[in-house]
C-alpha cells in the first residue's frame, strides 16, 4: 500500500509540473506574449496539454488509480486522498473514452479560438470568430459524448463547472430569480435617477493601478504569493501553490469598472490562497467548483464591494490617488456603484441586473447543446433575448456576443456558475452576519480581515473537499435557496431607491 | 542524407520547445513570480536544464551529428546548417563529458544563487550571497574542467561568451584603452564641472515607462515581436523567433537611468529582432557571440544615445512626459548624459569611465580562476580596485560588488564582452560615417532608421553566422583595434570638456 501511495504522489507531482509550465503558458499567453510570437507559444501550449492527457490516461496510472481505489486500500486514505482518488480516477475513465488525436485537436482548437475572439473583440467583427466558435462547439460535443455517451451532454458540461447541480436545480432557481426581480426592477425603473454627473472625466490608468493595488491590499490579497497582469478579460490563476495571479483591464473613462473587477478577482484569489499548504498536489488543491468559486469573489465584489461601509476606511485615500474623486461624496460614489439600469456588459452590470445577463447565457447555451443553433444565428439570438430580459438592445457584435471570453474557450455551462455564486452569497451573508455580527459594523470599523477569516474558516481551507451543496449544507445548516439573495436585493434597493 | 537532415531538424525543434519553456521561466521568474512562487518555479527550471541536457548529450543526437559532419555530407549543407552542426557537435563533445547529475547540480545552484543575490543586493547582505557565490565559483570550475579537461579555465570561459578572442588579445586592447585613457580623464577631471542642478528633482516611474516607449519606438523596437518587464537587473532574452523581451528598472531621482538602460536593451532586442526567418531554429539563430551583441546595445546607448542629435527630433515630446525636462535645455540635458566622472555603479557610468568598470571586472576574473581568490576576499579586493583604478571607495556592497548579477548565475567571462562591444563600435562608426555620412546630420533629421538599416544590412540579418572578428573584417575590412574608440572618446570630449 505504502509503495503505491508514494508512487501515486509521485505520479502526481509530475504531472503538477506539467500543469504548472501549462498555467504559466497560458498566462503568459494572454498577458505578454507579442502578437508574432503567439503562434509558436500555442504550439508548445497544444504540446503541453498533449503530454498531461498521456498522464492522464497512461495506463500505469489507471493501474495505481485502480489499487487504491480498492476498499481496503481507499479506507487508510485521509480525505484529500480519498477525494483525490475518486475524482482522477473518474477522470481517468472518462479520458480513456476519447481519443488522443482528438483531444489535442480540440485542445489547439480552444486555445486558437482564444486568440481569434480578442481579435473579433478588438475589431468588433464577428465574422473572425464565428468559424472558431461553430469549430470549439462541435468539437466541445464530441468531447462530451466520447466522455460520456450515455449522458445529456449539457448536463455533462454542467457538472465540469459545479459537481452535483443540475439544469432542473439550477431552472428552478433561475425562475425564481426571473419572477423575484420582475416587481423589484419595475420599481426602481419608475424611481429617480441619481444624478453621477460628479464622476464624469478621465481617470489615469496608472493612477487605476495604484488604487487596484490599495484594494487588494485592503481586502487582504498577499502580494508574497500572487502577482497581477493586464488582459483583454479580467481572471484569476493558480500557476502553483504559493502563486496565484490575477489580471485586469482599464477604462480611461471610468475608473469603478477595473475596482470591481479588482476586488472581484481578488475575492477569487483570496480563496485560492487561503487553500492550505496539506492539500498541496491533491485533487482538493484544484477548485473546480465555479459555483463556490464565483460565489467568494461575488462576495468581495457585491456583497462587501458594493457596501457603503467597504469604503469608508479607504474612501480617503482613493481620493489621493485619483483627485477627481476629492469632489465626489462618498454618498454619490455609493448610488454609482449601485446603480440598478439595464445595460450591455455582463461585467459592468449592477448585481441586480446581473443575474438576467447570467440567465441569458444560460438560455443560449442550452440552445446550442439542446437547440442545435450554430454560430451565425447567435449574434441575432443573443441580442432578441437581450430585449427580451432586460429591455435593450446592442448595436454592436462588441457589446454583444463578443463581450465574453468564455465560449471561445470552450468553456460552456461555467455561465450558470456567477449566479449561482450570489445565490450562495445570500445564504452566506445571512450566516456571517448571525455568527459575527452587522457586517456593516464591521466594515465601518476598518475590520474586513475578521470577514476574510471566517470565509477562510468556513470555506477556502477546505479546497474542494466538499461540494457546493456540502459547504452550503455544513456553513449555512440547509438546502440551497435563492431567497436569501432575493431578500437581501430587496432590503437593500428598496433603501436606496426609497420603494 | 535528406533522411539524417530531416530528422536533426526535427529534433533541434523538439529542443528548441523546451529552450522556449526554459526562457520563459527564467522570464516569469525575474520578473513576476512572487516570493513564495519561486522555489517551485526554479525545481521547474532545473527539471527543464535537465531535459535539456539530456537532449544535449543523447546518443542518437551525437549519431546524427557524426553522420552530417562526414565530408560529403557537410558539404551539401547550407552555411547555417554548417555551423549549427560544427557548433553543436563541439558542444555535444564537450557536454558528454559533464556528468549529468554534476550538471543538474551546477545548473540548480546557478538559478538559487540569482535568487540570493537578488536578495543580497537588496538587503546590502553580502552574507547573503558569499556561500551562492563560492559555490557557483566551485562548480563553474569544475564544469569548465570537464568539458575541456586540457584548456586553461578561465580562457575556455571567455570562449563560451565570445568565440575566437582570447585573454592574450584582450590584454593588449585593455592595456592600449586604459593607458589611453588616463591623459582624458585627467583633462576632464581639471576641467570645471557643468551645472546640473536644473535635473534635480522627482521623476514618476509611470511617466518614466511612457518615456520608454517612446525611446523604443524611436530607435525601431518592434512591439509586435517583443514585450517590455520590469526587473532587479536590466536584461534582454530571446524567447523565441518573434518574441524578443527587455526588461528595466527605475529611479524616481534619476529619469537618466531607465532612458539609457531602455536603449541598451532595445539596441540588444533590435539586432535579435533583426535575425530573419531563414535561420530559425539554427545555431545561427543563437548569437552567443556576446562582444558582438553588446557592440549593438552600446551602439545605441553611447554612440547614438549620447549624441545631442540623437534626441533633437523627440525632446519637445520627452518634456511633455517628463514635464520637469522642459526646464532643462537639451544643452544641459546633453552634458548630463556625457558627464565624466568616476562612480560606483556599472550601469549608470559614463561611457569613458565605464571601460575601467570592466577592467576592473576583467582583473577580478584573472583573480578568481588563475589566483583562487574566494568570495570572502572579493568585497575588499573590489574596493582595492575601485580605488587603484577610479581613485573612489564603494562605502557599501551594494554599490560595490553586489550590482551586478552576472557572477551570481556564473556567467565568468561574460564582463569583457561589454568593452570588446564599445571597441567594436569605435570601428563600426568609423566605417558608417564613411558609407552613410555624418550620423549627426542623419540623427538630427530623424533619420535614425537609416542607421538602423545598416546595422541590420551589416550584422543583425547574419544572426551568428560569423563570429566578431570576421563580422568586424567583412563590415569594416579590417583587424580589431581600439584606436578608433579612444579617437572618438578624445575628439567628443575634448570638444565638451574644452580640453
Redesign the interface.
Known amino acids: 500500500m505504502k509503495n503505491v501511495l508514494n508512487q501515486f504522489r509521485d505520479y502526481l507531482l509530475e504531472m503538477k ?1 506539467y500543469q ?2 501549462s498555467a ?2 497560458q498566462w ?1 499567453l494572454q498577458t ?6 503567439q ?3 500555442m ?2 501550449s497544444d ?1 503541453t496539454a498533449a503530454r498531461l492527457f498521456q498522464y492522464a490516461t497512461a495506463e500505469e496510472y489507471g493501474r495505481m488509480l485502480e489499487e487504491l481505489s480498492e476498499p481496503q486500500q481507499f479506507e487508510r486514505l485521509d480525505p484529500a486522498m480519498q477525494l483525490t482518488v475518486r475524482r482522477l480516477l473518474r477522470e481517468h475513465r472518462r479520458l480513456l473514452r476519447v481519443p488522443a488525436d482528438f483531444y489535442n485537436e480540440y485542445a489547439s482548437a480552444r486555445t486558437r479560438s482564444g486568440r481569434a475572439w480578442e481579435k473579433a473583440k478588438r475589431s468588433d467583427d464577428f465574422s473572425l470568430f464565428a468559424p472558431h466558435l461553430d469549430k470549439v462547439i462541435t468539437l466541445t460535443k464530441q468531447y462530451v459524448n466520447y466522455m460520456e455517451p450515455d449522458a445529456d451532454p449539457y448536463e455533462v458540461l454542467l457538472g465540469l463547472y459545479e459537481e452535483g447541480i443540475d439544469s432542473e436545480t439550477i431552472n428552478c432557481l433561475f425562475d425564481e430569480i426571473k419572477d423575484g426581480l420582475r416587481p423589484l426592477l419595475a420599481g426602481i425603473a419608475a424611481a429617480p435617477a441619481p444624478d453621477l454627473s460628479a464622476l464624469e472625466g478621465h481617470y489615469d490608468i ?1 493612477a487605476q493601478k495604484k488604487v487596484q493595488r490599495l484594494l487588494l491590499d485592503y481586502i487582504g490579497f ?6 497581477v ?1 493586464e488582459s483583454e478579460h479580467p481572471f484569476t490563476t493558480r ?5 496565484v ?1 490575477l489580471t485586469n483591464h482599464y477604462l480611461e473613462d471610468n475608473p469603478i469598472s477595473a475596482m470591481f473587477s479588482a476586488i472581484h478577482e481578488g475575492g477569487h484569489a483570496i480563496f485560492e490562497q487561503g487553500i492550505p499548504a496539506e492539500l498541496e498536489n491533491t485533487a482538493a488543491e484544484q477548485v473546480d467548483l465555479m459555483g463556490l468559486h464565483e460565489s467568494q469573489s461575488r462576495f468581495y465584489e457585491n456583497i462587501l464591494g458594493r457596501k457603503k461601509q467597504f469604503w469608508i476606511p479607504i474612501y480617503d485615500k482613493l481620493g489621493e490617488l485619483l483627485p477627481q474623486l476629492k469632489q465626489v461624496p462618498l454618498d454619490t460614489f455609493y448610488r454609482a456603484v449601485n446603480l440598478v439600469r439595464p445595460s450591455m456588459i455582463r461585467t459592468e452590470a449592477d448585481e441586480v441586473t446581473y443575474c438576467l445577463h447570467i440567465i441569458l447565457r444560460y438560455e443560449i447555451e442550452q440552445a446550442i447543446f439542446r437547440g442545435n443553433v450554430s454560430a451565425k444565428d447567435l449574434p441575432g439570438l443573443w441580442n432578441d433575448k437581450m430585449e427580451e430580459l432586460l429591455g435593450i438592445r446592442p448595436q454592436t457584435n462588441a457589446e454583444g456576443i463578443l463581450q465574453d471570453m468564455h465560449w471561445s474557450d470552450g468553456s460552456f455551462g461555467y455561465f450558470p456558475s456567477y449566479l449561482l455564486g450570489s445565490v450562495y452569497d445570500g445564504m452566506f451573508l445571512e450566516q456571517l452576519t448571525q455568527e459575527l455580527g452587522d457586517p456593516d459594523q464591521i466594515l465601518a470599523e476598518g475590520r474586513i480581515q475578521e470577514i476574510t477569516g471566517w470565509l477562510n474558516r468556513k470555506i477556502h481551507r477546505y479546497g474542494s473537499l466538499y461540494n457546493s451543496a456540502q459547504v452550503i449544507e455544513r456553513v449555512c445548516g440547509r438546502e440551497i435557496s435563492a431567497k436569501p439573495l432575493l431578500d437581501y436585493f430587496r432590503k437593500k434597493y428598496s433603501e436606496i431607491y426609497q420603494l
Open positions: 509540473q504548472h509550465v504559466l503558458l503568459d505578454q506574449t507579442p502578437e508574432n510570437g503562434e509558436r507559444l504550439e508548445l504540446r496608472d498577499d502580494f508574497a504569493s500572487g502577482a497582469g500557476i502553483r501553490f504559493g502563486d495571479r
